[in-house]
C-alpha cells in the first residue's frame, strides 16, 4: 500500500476529503502522517480523531531550511511515497522539493498559471474572469508552478461573493485531489516538457 504524507495550515477539508476516499475505499493508499505548522490547525484535530499519526511542527520562528529539514527527516522516517500538500501556506525550499522529486502535490484554488499565490478566488473575482476552478500540480521550488496534474473549472456568477465561489471551487478540490493521487500513485503517467501524460 502507497503511503501518504499529507501537510497542513488549516481547515484541513482537503484532507478530510482525501481520508474519506482513503477509508471507503476509493483510494487505495494509506495516510501515513498528517503534519501541520500550525499547532492549533483543525486539520489536526480531524486527524486525532480519525486515529490518523497527527504531527505537530511548529515554524514560528525557525529558519526556512532547517525546517524544511526536520520535515524531510519525519516524511523519510514515516516511509511516504507521495506528499500532498492541503493548505500548506508556504513555500518549500529548494532542498525540500529535491528530496522527493515528483512526488510532491499541491492542490492550488485557479485554473493556474492564473492568480498563483494568496486569495486566489478573491484574485480571480476581482479580474473578472468569467471561469475560475482548481488545479493539483506536482510541486517543484516556484510558487504554484509544476506540471500540472488534473484541474476542474468552475463558472464564476455574477452574483458570486468570495465565500460563494470558493464554496463551489471547494467542492471541486474534493473531487479532484482524490483522482490526481490516484493517477499519480498509478504510476500510468511521464512528462513531456510541462505535460503530464498518460502512459
Ligand atoms: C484550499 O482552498 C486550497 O486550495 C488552498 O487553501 C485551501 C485549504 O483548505 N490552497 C492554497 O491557496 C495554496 N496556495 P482546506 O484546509 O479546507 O483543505
Redesign the pocket.
Known amino acids: 500500500m502507497k503511503r501518504l504524507g499529507i501537510l497542513?495550515?488549516?481547515?484541513?477539508?482537503?484532507?478530510?476529503?482525501i481520508a474519506n476516499n482513503v477509508a471507503s475505499g476509493r483510494l487505495e493508499a494509506e495516510i501515513a502522517a498528517v503534519i501541520s505548522n500550525r499547532p492549533e490547525?483543525?486539520?489536526l484535530q480531524i486527524a486525532r480523531e480519525r486515529g490518523l499519526p497527527a504531527v505537530v511542527m511548529p515554524s514560528k520562528g525557525v529558519a526556512r531550511e532547517d525546517y524544511d529539514r526536520s520535515v524531510v527527516a519525519e516524511l523519510t522516517k514515516r516511509g511516504v511515497d507521495l506528499i500532498c500538500?492541503?493548505?500548506?501556506?508556504r513555500l518549500l525550499s529548494a532542498d525540500f522539493c529535491r528530496a522527493f522529486p515528483m512526488r510532491i502535490l499541491?492542490?492550488?484554488?485557479s485554473l493556474l498559471p492564473a492568480f498563483?499565490?494568496?486569495?486566489?478566488?478573491k484574485q480571480a473575482l476581482e479580474h473578472g474572469v468569467k471561469i475560475s476552478g482548481?488545479t493539483v500540480h506536482f510541486v517543484d521550488e516556484l510558487?504554484?508552478a509544476g506540471p500540472i496534474v488534473l484541474q476542474a473549472a468552475v463558472l464564476v456568477l455574477d452574483q458570486d461573493t468570495v465565500d460563494s465561489l470558493?464554496a463551489r471551487?471547494?467542492a471541486e478540490?474534493h473531487r479532484i485531489y482524490s483522482e490526481a493521487i490516484r493517477i499519480v500513485l498509478s504510476g500510468r503517467w511521464r512528462i513531456e516538457g510541462r505535460r503530464v501524460v498518460a502512459g
Open positions: 497542513l495550515s488549516g481547515r484541513g477539508s482537503n484532507f478530510e476529503a490547525a483543525p486539520g500538500l492541503a493548505g500548506f501556506m499541491n492542490i492550488h484554488p498563483p499565490g494568496l486569495d486566489a478566488q482548481c510558487l504554484d470558493s471551487i471547494l478540490e
